[in-house]
């Protein structure tokens, strides 16, 4: 790498999150106001999961966690479903070569049981492929929700205490948070949420106790280099206080 590519990635990471976190809402929307198919707005969604993600990695962003499909996400019409499972299974066969070639790391997290085989075999196998791998950390929720990964949490240390493995009183918020799913990734400095919505839905709810927070009326389909970087300079304006006074002593 040449002095001038230094330069720019150290101009590009100033002042960015280590952690960003994105709930990629309004596919079937995108696709319903165009009079399309919403599996077709999940297809544009996928072209745009791949654009943010390079833009993430070209921020200096270290830690990036998309909502891809939640615990609830059974509950919608069979066929929609099977499309987002279809797009899941092509993102993993498809990008997982071309990420890890570019030093991408990538985890999954959310409940594997009763997942089909195939499914767990390839997320096992996209994980074991990029373990190694130091550069952006992708992590990807699917088939999550954050009430049942916190009491997923919960039943492990449980089963520990009662096993004699733990002392009850040595379980603090670290430990707790290292029972999570990805408890070594950094809580989420930054948490993005596009269509317009404005609430979690489930989504990192332990993590996202002091996250900065943008919601943007941006369609998911629609989500780009530049309307990230318009969620990065909102999220440098912000005066991060985590419960105390700001650096200018004012109120918290």
């Not at 066929?79 to 790391?105: C, K």
């Not at 996250?211 to 440098?236: C, I, K, N, Q």
Request: proline share 3%; hydrophobic share 40%.
């Amino acid at each position: 790498m040449d002095g001038s590519t230094d330069a720019a990635s150290r101009h590009a990471s100033e002042g960015a999150p280590r952690h960003v976190a994105v709930i990629m809402d309004g596919n079937g929307r995108w696709a319903e106001a165009r009079g399309l198919p919403r599996a077709e707005g999940h297809r544009r969604g996928l072209e745009a999961l791949r654009r943010t993600i390079a833009a993430a990695d070209a921020a200096g962003i270290r830690f990036f966690t998309v909502y891809s499909f939640s615990s609830e996400n059974w509950r919608r019409p069979t066929g929609e479903v099977s499309a987002l499972l279809s797009l899941l299974r092509r993102f993993v066969r498809a990008d997982t070569a071309e990420m890890h070639a570019n030093n991408v790391r990538i985890r999954y997290i959310g409940s594997r049981d009763g997942l089909d085989h195939d499914i767990k075999a390839l997320l096992a196998e996209s994980e074991a492929l990029t373990a190694r791998n130091t550069g952006l950390t992708l992590v990807v929720a699917f088939n999550y929700g954050s009430r049942d990964e916190i009491l997923r949490a919960a039943k492990s240390l449980v089963a520990d205490a009662a096993a004699g493995r733990l002392a009850p009183e040595a379980v603090d918020e670290a430990l707790f948070a290292s029972r999570l799913d990805a408890g070594d990734v950094p809580d989420p400095d930054l948490v993005i949420r596009t269509s317009g919505e404005m609430r979690l839905s489930n989504f990192l709810l332990w993590q996202a106790a002091y996250s900065e927070f943008v919601f943007t009326p941006v369609w998911w389909p629609d989500f780009d280099g530049r309307h990230l970087e318009e969620a990065l300079d909102e999220y440098r304006r912000r005066d991060r206080r985590f419960g105390g006074l700001s650096a200018s002593g004012g109120r918290s």
